[in-house]
């Protein structure tokens, strides 16, 4: 069964007050955390993205990626993608994990920050910045998943410098912005908490999200595995992991884009690299040998965070998923008081 922290068990918690429109813009509200995240910085990071594509274009493309894992292999071939489809670093968003499972965490810092595209905070991003103890994922004490977090956490706190922690530390919680007409918010993973588990199968979960999101579609990532589920309440949108495959027996990798034309289509893509190379780089540190097989296998070590119909998946090829929204019907939703 899975073994999933409950939504509001960790510190890096915050809660919806305002959405800022017409451009990106990250969350500033106060937090419940003791946390203090340098908003001044973060700002300037991610205040660049220009208004034709943030809203209102009529060709305007974003790429949307979670969690790099330290695989460097995987984001060099993911930034050679995004240049290859002529999309620009400011229309490039990460939804966090920079840091985690695999063998290159220096490499994939610099190499992401490199590139310029919009990065927004996962809880190990969170974790490292303060010097913490846990990767703060969210598994159960105990499980498959905490065990093998001991050996991969130790070693990225090892290989990640000052300089790229404070990088961390100022990194923005959320992002919120309209595309076309459409109210667009970026998580980790869910709304409230950073380290909150959610996936397709969960339909309930999904739309209470959405319902106090302000958004018509949200980004997420931490989960690992891709996924569309428009519902009546809204989109929610996980363009999968780019450092780890999404358990489903390919060691293929995920992004995902939203384009912006006569309609406004939401994708997700596969993404073939040179995952021997990833593989070799982890055994040569010898510090997640289950990781560094599950590059090859593209079946994770461990199922203890999924939930039933995602655990019986496992080692089913996953096909890419495409929902098309007119354009011109903007809003899925009105906005609820709420949400304002
Ligand atoms: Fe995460």
Known sequence: MATRRPAGARTGAWTAERLAHNKIGQDDRP??????????????????????????GNSASLLLFGGPYSNVHALSALRER???????????????????YCGEPEATVAL??????????????????????????????GSECDRLAQGWYGFAMQRVSADDRAWMGALPKTLAFSLAGLRVRIVHGGLDIANHFIFASEPAVIAEQLERSGADVVVAGHAGIPFIKKTARGIWFNPGALGMPANDGTPEVWYGRMAVGREIVL??????????????????????????????????PSLDVLPPAERAASGRRLRPHRLAIPARAAAIKQPSERAR
């Open 112 to 141: 992401i920050r490199a590139w310029g595209c919009h990065v927004i905070a996962g809880n190990c991003e969170e974790q490292l910045a303060q010097l913490a103890s846990d990767c703060g994922c969210g598994f159960e004490k």
């Open 82 to 100: 995004a240049e290859a489809l002529g999309i620009a670093p400011q229309h490039c968003i990460c939804t966090g994990d920079v840091v985690a």
């Open 31 to 56: 937090r419940r955390s003791a946390k203090k995240i340098d908003t001044t910085t973060a700002a300037k990071a991610h205040a660049h993205v220009p208004a034709s594509a943030a809203d209102g």
């Open 267 to 300: 994708s997700t893509h596969r993404l073939a690299y040179d995952h021997e190379a990833a593989a070799a780089s982890m055994r040569r540190s010898g510090h997640a040998e289950a990781y560094a097989r599950a590059l090859i296998s593209g079946r994770w």
